[in-house]
């Protein structure tokens, strides 16, 4: 007997419901190229209000959004910071180095998994020869993807940020599961970004929306990027229709804490099962075990490979009831 599938490999794969199809199929839209489409323009300033900057961008994919983010950060050849396995360093096609023209310096993670401490980035930045690379750039991830969803809090956001002050760099926060990281911690998303030259967030991770990122910065900042996303082919017309599910995902924020319980609720299931396991923070759960990814999948558990490790993601559209039967059918 065949077994229904439980579609654990990424929060992406969730599926607008029918309340977001309707808001789509509804939205007041216009020409975002030409004139600025009215419901994208809505959705770009509440998430600017809400991450404590002057204005945002939509763009098509977080990739995007933080390529856009170095391209107006670095210089041919100015050299950037990020923490190991960051999604900007191994995860959006070698953009950074091809694009932006920079060259990536990795971080350790000294703090825990995800979270280099702020002694390391000064560390990283002290002074060389005329020769020496330029660093001109730290770029934080929070929560990191590769590091099992792991957050820091606003005291390290805050020191990390310090450090880079200190050492005359800008930062870019990849904060594509930020939303995640402030219910973790029970703190506004603005806490979590607030200081940053730019922030990207999607809207595509766990909350619903099939598509879409935001960049948010100041005004002359973004009026640039709007410019680097023409140029990269980003630019869409009638965009009113994804910002309206950009607008109705925002409203899901709040779901999250029931993932991040699923994801507490699998992992301890997984280790009463003989799997070594990490303590999720959020909703990515890294774990070794007797199975392989192909092996899960015939019992109807997809899954995917990272670091290493099995990586499983809960998500709006895995139940308790889900993460239950998949501790059963293992």
Known sequence: MGFAAIDL??????????????????????????????????LEERVASELGYDDALWVPSGSMGNLIALMLHLQRGDAFLAPENAHVLGSELGTAAWLAQGMPRVLPHD?????PTPETVSAATAAGPYFALKTTLLCLENTHNFAGG?????????????????????????????WNAA??????????????????????????????????????????????????????????????????ALDNIGSLAGDHANAKLLADGLRERGWTVEDPQTNIVLA?????????????????????????VTHRDVSEADIRETLDRL
């Open 9 to 42: 490999r990424s929060d992406t794969v969730t599926r607008p419901d029918a309340a977001m199809r309707r808001a789509m199929a509804d939205a007041e839209v216009g020409d975002d190229v030409l004139d600025h489409d009215p419901t994208m323009a809505r």
């Open 150 to 178: 792991s957050v820091f809090d606003v005291a390290e956001w805050k020191a990390l940020l310090g450090a880079a002050r200190t050492a005359g760099l800008l930062v870019h926060l990849d904060g594509a599961r930020v």
């Open 111 to 115: 703090a825990g998994p995800g979270r």
């Open 288 to 312: 070794d075990g007797p199975l392989s990814v192909a092996e899960l999948a015939d019992l109807g558990i997809a899954a995917v490979t990272v670091v290493g490790k099995i990586r499983f």
């Open 183 to 248: 219910v973790a911690l029970g703190v506004q998303p603005g806490d979590l970004t607030s200081g940053a030259d730019t922030v990207q967030v999607c809207l595509s991770k766990g909350l619903g929306a099939p598509v879409g990122s935001m960049l948010a910065s100041d005004s002359a900042r973004i009026a640039e990027a709007r410019r680097i996303r023409k140029m990269l082919g980003g630019g869409v017309r009638q965009g009113g229709i994804l910002a309206a599910a950009g607008l109705l």
